[in-house]
């Protein structure tokens, strides 16, 4: 899958993506209203990776339901990402989303950028358990819990969102960050931190889902950093059962998902696999 966010959210560059070799396309997170997001700069390029802060803009989970049904209509699977101010907030974009006829919702639960009731929601297990049960209430679709790696111990979280009712676990978001401008002497960034993400954190990323495949009993999905075949690999011997890659398509065009499932390809037949489940997790036993 592309990672929720990147290259936008128009239907037809999610189907560019979902015919470039991903298995299911994730949306931008979508939010209960229009969003506009936060004043540039809100994005800058740094040391092996990007880093973001776009104040999660959107065109509002209702505005987006002719779009999904679009998606849906050119036969592809759909993970609606979507996020909330507040826990019936995130319920109500639950529902409209679920109505919409995605595939599986992507629940944010790990911005970086807004700080709004539940701003601290990444970090606190007892509103992650609270924001998914409310979220399962609303749905029948699964629900996957998108994690932030910037907690003291992921391990309580991820089990928070299970015992919420999440059927997976992404792991994980971007790492809180900044740059500064040495003319300038000032954060570059408007929103003065942003999300880190690309090649910088594929180790923290990896270790993420290291932790959360021995905490919980749902699937995890890996993401963060990924670019190579090789990093996919990495990824699935930690213990990840489907992937998500997004700074790389801004580094490496579109073609990065062709060129990442044939070198996983290539690696299997190399070492012996026939199939993805024979090495999910090897390196953890
Ligand atoms: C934004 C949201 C995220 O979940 C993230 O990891 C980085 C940036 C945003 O829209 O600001």
Same mark, same amino acid.
Not at 220 to 231: K, M
Not at 279 to 285: D, F, K, Y
């Given at each position: 899958? /592309?990672?929720?966010?990147?290259?936008?959210?128009?239907p037809?560059?999610?189907?560019?993506?979902?015919?470039?070799?991903?298995?299911?396309?994730?949306?931008?997170?979508?939010g209960?209203?229009?969003?506009?997001?936060?004043?540039?700069?809100?994005?800058?390029?740094?040391? =092996?990776?990007?880093?973001?802060?776009?104040?999660?803009?959107?065109?509002g989970?209702?505005?987006f339901?002719d779009?999904?049904?679009e998606?849906? /209509?050119?036969?592809?699977?759909? *993970?609606?990402?979507?996020?909330?101010?507040?826990?019936?907030?995130?319920?109500?974009?639950?529902?409209?989303?679920?109505?919409?006829?995605?595939?599986?919702? !992507?629940?944010?639960?790990?911005?970086?950028? @807004?700080?709004?009731?539940l701003?601290?929601?990444?970090a606190?297990?007892?509103?992650?358990?609270?924001?998914?049960?409310?979220?399962?209430?609303?749905?029948?679709?699964?629900?996957?819990?998108?994690?932030?790696?910037s907690?003291?111990?992921?391990?309580?979280i =991820?089990?928070?969102?299970?015992?919420?009712? =999440?059927d997976?676990?992404?792991?994980?978001?971007?790492?809180?960050?900044?740059?500064?401008? @040495? /003319?300038?002497?000032?954060?570059?960034?408007?929103?003065?931190?942003?999300?880190?993400?690309?090649?910088?954190?594929?180790? *923290?990323?990896?270790?993420?889902?290291?932790?959360?495949?021995?905490?919980?009993?749902?699937p995890?999905?890996?993401?963060?950093?990924?670019?190579?075949?090789?990093?996919a690999?990495?990824? *699935?011997?930690?213990?990840?059962?489907?992937?998500?890659?997004?700074?790389?398509?801004?580094?490496?065009?579109?073609?990065?998902y062709?060129?990442?499932?044939?070198?996983i390809?290539?690696?299997?037949? !190399?070492?012996?696999?026939?199939?993805?489940k024979e090495?999910?997790?090897? =390196?953890?036993?």
């Open positions: 899958m /592309n990672a929720a966010g990147v290259l936008g959210m128009s037809s560059i999610l189907k560019r993506i979902y015919d470039s070799g991903a298995g299911a396309v994730v949306t931008k997170s979508l209960p209203k229009p969003r506009k997001g936060h004043p540039n700069p809100t994005f800058v390029r740094v040391e =092996a990776g990007g880093l973001n802060a776009m104040g999660l803009p959107n065109p989970a209702e505005y339901v779009e999904i049904k998606l849906k /209509n050119m036969g592809v699977p759909v *993970i609606a990402s979507f996020f909330g101010g507040s826990v019936q907030e995130f319920a109500e974009v639950a529902y409209t989303l679920s109505r919409a006829g995605a595939d599986a919702l !992507e629940l944010n639960a790990s911005c970086p950028n @807004v700080a709004e009731e701003g601290m929601l990444a606190d297990a007892n509103n992650v358990e609270k924001v998914t049960a409310a979220v399962k209430d609303q749905t029948k679709l699964p629900v996957f819990v998108k994690l932030s790696p907690v003291t111990n992921i391990k309580i =991820a089990k928070a969102a299970e015992w919420g009712g =999440a997976a676990i992404t792991a994980v978001n971007t790492v809180k960050a900044i740059a500064i401008d @040495v /003319n300038m002497r000032r954060p570059i960034l408007a929103n003065v931190t942003g999300g880190l993400s690309g090649p910088a954190i594929k180790p *923290i990323a990896l270790r993420c889902v290291w932790d959360v495949v021995q905490a919980v009993n749902i995890v999905i890996g993401c963060g950093g990924i670019t190579t075949g090789e990093d690999v990495e990824f *699935i011997l930690a213990g990840a059962t489907a992937l998500e890659v997004g700074t790389a398509v801004m580094t490496h065009g579109i073609g990065v062709k060129d990442i499932n044939d070198r390809a290539s690696y299997m037949t !190399e070492n012996g696999f026939k199939e993805i090495m999910v997790g090897l =390196a953890q036993e």
